[in-house]
């Protein structure tokens, strides 16, 4: 649901009307002495929730990729003079993935040369989420990575799945104590960043004996925004995701 908020001071005039519009196309008006004040206009991309809106304030519902656009709010005082005033904003509407990337295909332990392949995967996004890997908290190289790939939601035809892999031969160099820590971060600016980290270790031999494998620790770090929450505040609209 996104919220659009239309602060006004008529300066001791009387308020005539409140519109609303996208794309320079009216979508909403609100007239004090009519009855009912509330007048809704069918807009692609736009659905208004009639109950939840007033004056200053506009309920969207069933926001999709449709929905983006330039929305302006005009307010009107009464006769003589029908005074207008109006601002404008471009709105974009993003969905926000469902949960962090999920990383699969690896494996506790590994020995030395053994190929080393982990696939991460972050849910449906608008628009297309930014995955990197990390190898021991280091940018992985760019020999090391595959991708990304995108893939549109059965659900969600507007937005695409995320897909990229990480694949090396173990080495020494790889492993610092015989542990290796990999990180797969998922981030859409500004609104949103997770990631899956997890370690995993390598079988040497004599002194450079390895950790013991039940050590492995996963963690999911959230950070920024929760679900979908955007905030966009201009001087006489506010936009709220939620």
């Given at each position: ?81 029908f ?42 996004s ?10 021991n ?25 995320t897909f ?48 013991p ?15 979908t ?10 936009l709220?995701?939620?």
């Amino acid at each position: 649901m996104a919220l659009l908020g239309c602060q006004y001071d008529l300066e001791g005039d009387t308020l005539y009307s409140v519109k609303w519009y996208k794309d320079g196309r009216e979508f909403y008006r609100f007239v004090p002495k009519n009855d009912p004040p509330v007048y809704y206009f069918q807009t692609p991309g736009v659905n208004v929730d009639i109950g939840r809106s007033s004056n200053t304030v506009v309920a969207l519902v069933n926001l999709t990729q449709e929905s983006a656009g330039h929305y302006r709010c005009e307010v009107s005082g009464e006769a003589p003079s029908f005074a207008t005033v109006y601002r404008q904003k471009y709105i974009n509407i993003h969905l926000l993935p469902k949960g962090g990337p999920r990383v699969i295909g690896l494996k506790e332990q590994y020995n030395l040369d053994d190929l080393v392949v982990a696939n991460c995967t972050l849910p449906p996004s608008r628009p297309k989420a930014h995955l990197k890997w990390l190898v021991n908290d280091k940018p992985a190289p760019s020999s090391y990575i595959l991708g990304p790939w995108y893939r549109v939601s059965a659900e969600r035809p507007d937005a695409a799945e995320t897909f990229l892999q990480l694949s090396f031969f173990a080495t020494t160099s790889d492993f610092v104590n015989g542990a290796i820590k990999l990180k797969c971060q998922a981030t859409i600016a500004p609104l949103y960043q997770r990631e899956t980290e997890s370690t995993h270790y390598i079988s040497l031999p004599f002194s450079m004996a390895a950790h013991p494998p039940e050590a492995k620790e996963i963690r999911d770090i959230a950070s920024s925004v929760e679900n979908t929450l955007a905030t966009i505040i201009v001087p006489i609209m506010i936009l709220i995701l939620m």
